[in-house]
């Protein structure tokens, strides 16, 4: 449990707190004036980055499921 606390917490740290524009992006942007469409170019950048993490921690999720299934014992009535 201490494990999963301590992953989730990373994980909402690493996505929070991270800028993910290339330099050249961010060059670009941060020499224009309108600071909204630098805002706008970071957040759809985090949203396409998140998408692969989310499906390989689902299918992830899914294989750990099916090979970690406790095996059902018959009962003798």
Do not use: H, W
């Not at 201490?2 to 994980?11: D, E, G, T």
């Not at 330099?23 to 004036?33: D, I, K, P």
């Amino acid at each position: 449990m201490k494990r999963k606390l301590i992953f989730l917490l990373f994980s909402l740290f690493f996505f929070i707190n991270t800028n993910a524009q290339c330099a050249m992006c961010r060059a670009v942007l941060e020499s224009g004036e309108d600071q909204n469409a630098a805002e706008g170019i970071n957040d759809g950048i985090m949203f396409l980055m998140a998408v692969p993490y989310i499906l390989v921690a689902v299918l992830g999720y899914i294989i750990y499921r099916k090979f970690n299934k406790p095996e059902k014992i018959e009962s003798l009535d």
